[in-house]
């Protein structure tokens, strides 16, 4: 036995130098791309590698500076079967991060490069809405979930809603019945109360609403913001040489416009809630740190 321990012991000291070695033979300065180098800027923006298919990108990126970014890219191992194939750099620059996030996001949705994370509207997608003292699973199909207030979290799927519900209760010692999670007697312990998993809202030892107020604190860091604008809005974007006026409108990025005179071609009604354009959006909006112009329906400063 301690012969075979030493033995499967030295293979697997053998094989791993083995391993390193082929992922860096594989490996070759993609010399084919250096002409593209010489003119990358040292600018915000987006960048995209592009194989011999005009219509289906490598690889969407973003960065504060896209020179430094790309070249990041090239001095990479791990990422030399992307390079092998890529025959071209195209770029596209910004105002600044914001506009480079909100670009990247909109072309990986658009296009689906073959070696990003695919981005796509989720059209299962759910959270938790707190009312009346009861907890429920609801759809971004039947209620908008840029105005509806008390929702918590977002969840691809009802299922992943549920989970998380879950996980909250165990954290928590709340009571599955009371949250919906199981079936249970009116007036009787539940079974996660003999196991002291649950603080006893079921049978008496904690009040509804002890427990609901528990509940209400330990679901607020998953509050999702209710768009707190009449309408659209501008955000302004600035660097030297260049001014962006990024337009949106219920979470939804619109595209972005030179001056506030060409938001009128951008501004329309949502289709639905954007919950990646939530994710990039809420906290910088919210945080004070970009100026913010609210427009009229005409889009004109309010």
Known sequence: MDNQLTENTVVRRQSAPRLEFEAAAIYEYPEHLRPFLSELPALPGVYVFHSESDTLPLYIGKSVNIRSRVLSHLRTPDEAAMLRQARRISWICTAGEMGALLLEARLIKEQQPLFNKRLRRNRQLCS???????????????????????????????????????????????????????????????FRFALKRCAGACCGQESPQAHFLRLQASLERLRVVCWPWKGA???????????????????????????????????????????????????????GQYEIIELNTDCRQS
């Open 233 to 287: 809005i501008a955000l302004k974007e600035s660097r030297p040489q260049m001014t962006q006026f990024h337009i949106i409108n219920n979470w939804l990025w619109l595209g972005a416009v030179p001056s506030l005179d060409e938001a009128a071609t951008l501004v329309r009604a949502p289709a639905g809630f954007d919950q990646d354009g939530y994710k990039i959006l809420c906290k910088p909006l919210m945080s």
């Open 128 to 190: 938790l809405q707190l009312s009346e003292q009861k907890i429920e699973v609801v759809s971004a199909r039947s209620v908008d979930f840029s105005h509806e207030p008390n929702l918590f979290g977002l969840f691809a799927n009802r299922r992943a809603a549920l989970q998380s519900l879950q996980n909250l209760a165990d954290e928590q010692k709340l009571c599955y019945g009371l949250l919906g999670l199981e079936p249970v007697s009116r007036g009787r312990a539940c």
